[in-house]
């Protein structure tokens, strides 16, 4: 099956601690993006990747990594994670015609 | 700079029709639609391209006035799973939908 997956799906930590969230797709796509969302603010993205080895900023890249050593995965980290961190965080790939595939969320909170 | 969609949320009947509007204030290459059910990931609808044609499916569909930046999503005989929050995403210039910036959304509900 075509999907998109994260890991964890919910995680709760404290301010400090260092932290990854995986994405994997299996629909060997060259784009993949990470994307916050908050409430009243839709969906902003954190950092894009063209293909392996190759990323850039997103609107709202502060306070996040990114890494993308094998196409079919492209982990977000959080060196030093904050409490206005605290959102829900989406990974999604794209199709060479434009389509996103979003996996299902990451809700991560930040004490 | 993310685009503008109004209204920010509507409720319907089942049955009735509804227009969403998504606005730029930059020249566009293409508008992407999407919907997200609650607690669920957005949801590809259609894209439309500049100089592309109306798209749609079912009674779903969308044009792009590139002149104006501006894009609507029409939404006919209204069914209860068309309720979600509707995202217009843009792209200044071609990048498989890679580099989209999201407007706040729209809040649709459908009521029996």
């Known amino acids: 099956e075509a999907q998109v997956t994260q890991n964890p799906r919910y995680l709760i930590t404290v301010t400090g601690k260092k932290l990854t969230v995986t994405c994997s797709q299996n629909m060997n796509h060259e784009y993949m993006s990470w994307y916050r969302q908050d409430p009243g603010l839709g969906l902003r993205q954190i950092y894009y990747s063209m293909n392996v080895e190759v990323t850039d900023k997103g609107d709202v890249p502060e306070g996040y990594k990114v890494s993308r050593k094998e196409k079919r995965n492209f982990p977000l980290i959080l060196e030093s994670p904050s409490p206005n961190q605290t959102s829900l965080y989406f990974c999604?790939?794209?199709?060479?015609?434009?389509?996103?595939?979003f996996g299902p969320g990451t809700r991560l909170t930040v004490l | 700079q993310q685009p503008v969609q109004s209204p920010q949320a509507v409720i319907l009947r089942e049955g009735e029709d509804a227009v969403i509007n998504c606005s730029s204030s930059k020249a566009l290459y293409s508008v992407h639609w999407y919907r997200q059910k609650h607690g669920e990931a957005p949801v590809f609808l259609m894209i439309l391209l500049k100089g592309g044609e109306q798209k749609g499916h079912d009674k779903i569909s969308a044009s792009f006035n590139e002149k104006k930046q501006q894009s609507s999503l029409y939404l006919t005989a209204s069914q209860l799973s068309y309720s979600g929050t509707y995202f217009c995403g843009t792209e200044e210039r071609y990048n498989q939908g890679g580099k989209l910036i999201f407007g706040q959304g729209t809040e649709l509900s459908v009521k029996p």
């Open positions: 999604a790939s794209s199709t060479p015609g434009g389509e996103q595939f």
